[in-house]
Nanobody, 123 residues
Framework: QVQLVESGGGLVQAGGSLRLSCAAS????????MGWFRRAAGKEREFAAA???????YSAESVKDRFTISRDNAKNTVYLQMNSLKPEDTAVYYC?????????????????WGQGTQVTVSS
């Protein structure tokens, strides 16, 4: 099973930026689709962005044009660059691994999850 460790969360003012990183174990990282999800307090987990092994990306409408997902297969790492942050982006952010070839927004299609990193955006 792939082990995932997120980092890069923290406290930022509205309008600011953060870059989340997710480091994966194992030698088959390049074959996976990677996703970022988030869960705000009292809310359901929601999809944020995903990137396939070929580099195809897809982002939720709520973060489109503000968040960018990317990957560095040489470093076994996926990133989420978050710009123009809003208080409603406050959540615990999780990265996850899917064995599907293409991007998917369904958390049920992801096999392994990281422990999460807290992002707090102050107004």
């Amino acid at each position: 099973q792939v082990q995932l460790v997120e980092s890069g969360g923290g406290l930022v003012q509205a309008g600011g930026s953060l870059r989340l990183s997710c480091a994966a174990s194992g030698s088959t990282f390049s074959t996976y689709t990677m996703g970022w999800f988030r869960r705000a307090a009292g809310k359901e987990r929601e999809f944020a962005a995903a990137i396939s092994r070929s580099g195809t990306t897809y982002s939720a409408e709520s973060v489109k044009d503000r968040f960018t997902i990317s990957r560095d297969n040489a470093k076994n790492t996926v990133y989420l660059q978050m710009n123009s942050l809003k208080p409603e982006d406050t959540a615990v952010y999780y990265c996850a691994v899917s064995s599907l070839v293409g991007v998917t927004t369904s958390p049920r299609m992801y096999n392994s999850w990281g422990q999460g990193t807290q992002v707090t955006v102050s107004s």
